[in-house]
Structure formats: structure tokens, C-alpha cells
């Protein structure tokens, strides 16, 4: 296998208003658990289990990689359908940040990766933090690839 450059995955900081809408839920609910019937209760700590549960999927699921020669991103680690996107730094012809106004404040975004075979982005870095850093990294790996010749 080739060395690793770069790896990651998507930043607990790009979940940032999803951890908050689980705080405000859990404070709401230890708030206000003696008015509510104990049933409700239960289900309420159920539900905000299964959100964490989800969080946390949804941070673990996806893996993403730069190697010397490719770009990786692995998808559906905890899933049943597990899949492999690569594209060869050679073919790349395209690298855009993606960031919100929440993702410029907290340092996350999103990375694209676009091919002349697809006239569209095909590899999406989502929510990784320091965005500009790793498309920098694909740029730099991507401009010391030898050029394809149509020969």
C-alpha cells in the first residue's frame, strides 16, 4: 500500500448544529422530566440515544485518504454497503472549498474533487477541518504527477 499523506474524516466541529439541538434536547428533557409521565420519559431518553447513536455514524462512516499517487474516500465503515471512490491525481482536473458561515468560524468545510471524465465533482470531502490545508495538499500532490499524454 501506498504511504499516507493525509487521512481523516468528517470533524465533530462540522456537527456543531447538530450537537447543539442535542443539548438543547437533553437539557429540555432532565428540565422538565418530573412533569412528563414516566413512559414519555423513557422514550425521550431512547430517542436521544439513537440521536447520539446517529452522530456518532455519522462522523465514523467515512474515511478519507491522500496517498502519493490517489485520492481515497472510503464510505460505509459501520454501514451493510461498504464502497471505495479513487481517483488518480493525474486525472484531477478540479478542487473547490466548500465552507458556511458556521464552517469559516469553526475552520470546516467541505473539500471537492472533480475529473474531466465527469463534468461534476466526484469526491467529496465533508466536513473536514482546515479545509484549505488539505485541498493545498491534493494541489501540491496533484501538481507533482507527470502529465498524461494522449499518445
Known amino acids: 500500500m501506498s504511504d499516507i499523506i493525509w487521512r481523516g474524516r468528517r470533524s465533530l466541529r462540522s456537527m456543531v448544529g447538530y450537537v447543539t439541538l442535542l443539548m438543547a434536547g437533553f437539557y429540555l428533557m432532565w428540565r422538565f422530566e418530573k412533569l412528563l409521565p414516566e413512559r414519555v420519559t423513557n422514550f425521550t431518553y431512547l430517542v436521544f440515544a439513537l440521536a447520539v447513536l446517529e452522530l456518532l455514524r455519522r462522523i465514523y462512516n467515512v474515511r478519507y485518504t491522500v496517498t502519493p499517487t490517489h485520492i481515497i474516500q472510503e464510505t460505509g465503515l459501520l ?29 470546516f468545510g467541505t473539500v471537492a474533487v472533480g475529473t474531466a471524465a465527469e463534468g461534476t465533482e466526484e469526491i467529496f470531502f465533508q466536513g473536514v477541518k482546515h479545509p484549505h490545508a488539505v485541498a493545498e495538499i491534493i494541489k501540491m500532490q496533484s501538481s507533482q504527477q507527470p502529465v498524461k499524454s494522449d499518445e
Open 79 to 107: 454501514g451493510l454497503v461498504y464502497k471505495i471512490f479513487t481517483i488518480n491525481f493525474e486525472d484531477i482536473r478540479d478542487i473547490k472549498v466548500h465552507q458556511t458561515l458556521i464552517g469559516r468560524i469553526f475552520n
